[in-house]
């Protein structure tokens, strides 16, 4: 059996066999180089990456909660059609919490009459609400922010809003005719 497995070397060797397999072997081991630098590379761009960003905190809703003031990006309030739309956006990187949306006639009494939940998102966005049984005459609305502990963190200005006089012009049932009120 000696004999035969030393006699079968060199007829690997003529036959160039050993030659193909240190060259294969060779190639891997480039190829096995080459995969090992693209994980480190994809480890050390994840680590920096990481490290780059900015730690998400909630900085900036600490400022507004110091100064018990709630900031928007944008913020409008308009009535239409016997409705109250209200339209707020939040600004990035904000908190959980809820909004509560207070209506008042005389701008010191409030009462809740809305409620939206707050997302926390890296991004800006736009909450709505409508009110659908608005008071007649002027009114005044503001928006407070409470956290997920129900503690207040901030309200908004006061927006205000009027709705609008009646039509001074109708139409007189009897004569068709248009008149004044």
């Given at each position: 059996?000696?004999?035969?497995?030393?006699?079968?070397?060199?007829?690997?060797?003529?036959?160039?066999?050993?030659?193909s397999l240190k060259?294969?072997?060779?190639?891997?081991?480039?190829?096995?180089?080459?995969?090992?630098?693209?994980?480190?590379?994809?480890?050390?761009?994840?680590?920096?990456?990481?490290?780059?960003?900015?730690?998400?905190?909630?900085?900036?809703a600490k400022a507004?909660?110091?100064?018990?003031?709630?900031?928007?990006?944008?913020?409008?309030?308009?009535?239409?059609?016997?409705?109250?739309?209200?339209?707020?956006?939040?600004?990035?990187?904000?908190?959980?919490?809820?909004?509560?949306?207070?209506?008042?006639?005389?701008?010191?009494?409030?009462?809740?009459?809305?409620?939206?939940?707050?997302?926390?998102?890296?991004?800006?966005?736009?909450?709505?609400?409508?009110?659908?049984?608005?008071?007649?005459?002027?009114?005044?609305?503001?928006?407070?922010?409470?956290?997920?502990?129900?503690?207040?963190?901030?309200?908004?200005?006061?927006?205000?809003?009027?709705?609008?006089?009646?039509?001074?012009?109708?139409?007189?049932?009897?004569?068709?005719?248009?008149?004044?009120?």
């Amino acid at each position: 059996m000696k004999n035969q497995f030393t006699r079968s070397i060199p007829g690997f060797m003529q036959n160039g066999m050993i030659q193909s397999l240190k060259t294969k072997a060779s190639g891997n081991s480039f190829f096995l180089y080459a995969l090992e630098l693209v994980i480190l590379f994809v480890l050390v761009f994840a680590t920096v990456s990481t490290f780059a960003q900015a730690p998400k905190t909630s900085a900036p809703a600490k400022a507004v909660a110091e100064s018990g003031k709630l900031e928007f990006v944008k913020q409008q309030i308009v009535y239409n059609s016997g409705k109250v739309y209200f339209n707020w956006i939040v600004k990035a990187n904000s908190d959980d919490c809820l909004y509560v949306i207070e209506r008042s006639t005389d701008g010191n009494e409030y009462e809740p009459v809305g409620l939206k939940e707050g997302i926390g998102s890296p991004l800006e966005l736009l909450y709505s609400w409508v009110d659908t049984k608005p008071v007649s005459g002027t009114a005044y609305y503001r928006i407070k922010q409470i956290d997920n502990d129900g503690k207040l963190v901030s309200q908004a200005d006061t927006k205000m809003v009027s709705a609008p006089e009646a039509n001074p012009l109708f139409i007189e049932k009897g004569s068709r005719m248009v008149s004044t009120k």
